[in-house]
Structure formats: structure tokens, C-alpha cells
């Protein structure tokens, strides 16, 4: 930053209007930082409901077990997508006893069949407990462990709850709605496909807004939106951003799945290959896992994942 020449304040923003930015530093001093332009990228933070009685403590999130310096000795994660699987699968290698449980009827719910199917089968060899098509009715923390009442009846107890069941913009205190900028009914920044908001001298990237909530398309977006305001008219493709999963085996997709084609009516054909008949898989011990890729009528790739 130093060397790019880029001023950097730290402390708590809240826009003004479309010029102006109010700096609350940590020993109580403000600042107010003008400039011709501004980008808002406040990104998220975790989904806590009522329900869950998050205290930081026994129920946590993701922020929390990354500060944690000892794994629990059991864990119910709440939530099978991203940030659960790989979380999950992690403090599973560390000792920890995990019981994921995931309110839809696969894990990764958002991700294509196949790919929740194999890594289901690698968590039942790790003894990684997986509850499906169950949600959470009731969570209460205790001295010593915490006990969850499945919408089932099942009861499990664990030294701590995770929540995971994703991620929401950060806007509170931001001041975006009294600045004038324009937001959807979710609660995300409204851009156009300049990513400018209701504010034309304004922009918003990332997790604020309607895409994908990825560092990668929050860094393109940023890169987009700086083109803009020094006149260009570019916007972003959303078609093709992959995404992964870091977890054993590793999973990345882009494009479409096939549920999301099915749902849309569309025509597709597929075609896979198991790990298990390439030579390097098979040299290396790695054969779980697979490629596969979906096409349309006219053989043109609209979706992947391996």
C-alpha cells in the first residue's frame, strides 16, 4: 500500500454523502476523508439467529474457532456448505468428534449432487457424522457442553456449537441508507452493471452486493468498478466464476450445475471421468474424486466440477 502511494485510516467509516466519509478512530477522534469517488466494501459477517443463543463462547462462528488456540474436544457444526465442510473436515484431522448437521437434503447444498455424494462418502471414512433434511429446533449452553434439540426430536451434545449457516453484508452504522444509496429488499447494496449505486460518484463490490460472496469476484469487481470511474464502460461476466472448496479431496465448480439446469428447463448433456482411471491417480494413492462437464445442444461448456 505504502509503495503504491494508497493513505490508509484506520477506524470505524460511515459515509456522509457522496463525498465524504466519517473516520470513528479506536481513542474516540474522527476524521472525515473527502474524495472525488468512493468504493463501499464493507463485506459480511456470520448469521446468527436468535435461535442458536451465540455468545462467542460455547456457540461460536467461523471467526471465533480461527482465534481459538486448542480444538474442542466435540463440535456440532451447524450448516454443511462451504465454510462447514472445510472447517469441519480440518478440526475432524485435529481430534475433534464433529457432527455436521445440514437443514437441506445433501451437503453443499448449492453445488452439484455428485460432488456432495463423494465428499459424503470421504466424511463417512474420516467418522465425520453428517445429519441431512434435519434443522435445529432448540440450542442450549450448559457449564460444561452444550445440548441441540433436532426438528426431529434427536438430541445431540457437544463441548461447543459452530454456526455456519452463512454470511450476511455488514451495513449496520455505515450510514448507506442515510447517505441516499439505494438498497435491495435483502439488504444489499443496489449497483447497476457499472456496480454504481444510487449515488453516481459512489460504487459497491463484494459481499455488499448481489453476486457471489468470493474474494475472487470481490477483486474483480474492485477492478471493474476502478476502470469505471476513470471512464470505462466495463461490467462484470457472472457466468463463469469458479469457486472452490478446500477440503480432502478438494472441489472446484463453474457454470451451471445440473440442478439448477433442470430447474430452468434447459437441455445438457454431461460427461465424467473417475480419478480412479488416470495413471497419476493411481501412482500418487489419490483415486477418490472425478471430473465432469456440462454442455449444451451445441457442445459449448456451460458448467464443470471436479
Request: charged content about 25%; proline content about 4%.
Given at each position: 500500500m505504502d509503495h503504491n502511494g494508497v493513505k490508509i485510516v484506520n477506524g470505524f467509516g460511515k459515509l456522509i454523502d457522496s463525498n465524504h466519509i466519517e473516520v470513528t478512530k479506536e481513542d474516540g477522534s474522527v476524521e472525515t476523508v473527502e474524495s472525488?469517488?468512493?468504493?463501499?466494501?464493507?463485506?459480511?459477517?456470520?448469521?446468527?439467529?436468535?435461535?442458536?443463543?451465540?455468545?462467542?463462547?460455547?456457540?461460536?462462528?467461523s471467526n471465533e474457532i480461527l482465534d481459538q488456540t486448542e480444538p474442542p474436544k466435540s463440535l456440532v457444526l451447524v450448516g454443511g456448505g462451504v465454510i462447514g465442510c472445510e472447517i469441519?473436515?480440518?478440526?475432524a484431522k485435529m481430534g475433534t468428534e464433529v457432527t455436521?448437521?445440514?437443514?437441506?437434503?445433501?451437503?453443499?447444498?448449492?453445488?452439484?449432487?455428485?460432488?456432495?455424494?463423494?465428499?459424503?462418502?470421504?466424511?463417512?471414512?474420516?467418522?465425520?457424522?453428517?445429519?441431512?433434511?434435519?434443522?435445529?429446533?432448540?440450542?442450549?449452553?450448559?457449564?460444561?457442553d452444550v445440548k441441540v434439540t433436532l426438528q426431529s426430536g434427536k438430541e445431540i451434545s457437544a463441548e461447543q456449537v459452530l454456526v455456519a449457516i452463512g454470511r450476511a453484508p455488514f451495513?449496520?452504522?455505515?450510514?448507506?441508507?442515510?447517505?441516499?444509496?439505494?438498497?435491495?429488499?435483502?439488504?444489499?447494496?443496489?449497483?447497476?452493471?457499472?456496480?454504481?449505486t444510487s449515488l453516481p460518484n459512489v460504487y459497491a463490490i463484494?459481499?455488499?452486493?448481489?453476486?457471489?460472496m468470493l474474494?475472487?469476484?470481490?477483486?474483480?469487481?474492485?477492478?471493474?468498478?476502478?476502470?469505471n470511474i476513470f471512464?470505462?464502460?466495463?461490467?462484470?461476466?457472472?457466468?463463469?466464476?469458479?469457486?472452490?472448496?478446500y477440503t480432502n479431496p478438494e472441489i472446484a465448480v463453474v457454470g451451471k450445475s445440473e440442478a439448477e439446469l433442470k430447474r430452468e428447463g434447459k437441455t445438457y448433456?454431461?460427461?465424467?471421468?473417475?480419478f480412479k482411471g488416470l495413471g497419476k491417480a493411481q501412482a500418487s494413492g489419490h483415486i477418490a474424486g472425478f471430473v465432469k462437464v456440462i454442455t449444451d445442444e451445441n457442445d459449448v461448456i456451460i458448467g464443470a466440477a471436479i
Open positions: 472525488d469517488y468512493i468504493i463501499l466494501a464493507t463485506g459480511s459477517v456470520p448469521v446468527t439467529p436468535g435461535v442458536f443463543k451465540y455468545d462467542g463462547k460455547k456457540v461460536i462462528t469441519g473436515q480440518f478440526l455436521v448437521v445440514e437443514m437441506l437434503p445433501q451437503l453443499l447444498p448449492t453445488m452439484d449432487e455428485d460432488v456432495a455424494k463423494q465428499l459424503g462418502r470421504q466424511f463417512k471414512k474420516e467418522k465425520i457424522k453428517v445429519v441431512t433434511g434435519d434443522g435445529i429446533a432448540s440450542v442450549e449452553p450448559g457449564e460444561d451495513t449496520k452504522g455505515c450510514g448507506f441508507e442515510e447517505a441516499g444509496v439505494k438498497m435491495t429488499e435483502r439488504g444489499r447494496v443496489e449497483v447497476n452493471e457499472y456496480l454504481q463484494g459481499d455488499i452486493i448481489s453476486s457471489a474474494a475472487h469476484v470481490a477483486s474483480k469487481e474492485a477492478l471493474v468498478a476502478v476502470d471512464g470505462a464502460k466495463k461490467s462484470v461476466n457472472y457466468d463463469a466464476v469458479p469457486a472452490c472448496v448433456k454431461t460427461g465424467s471421468f473417475d
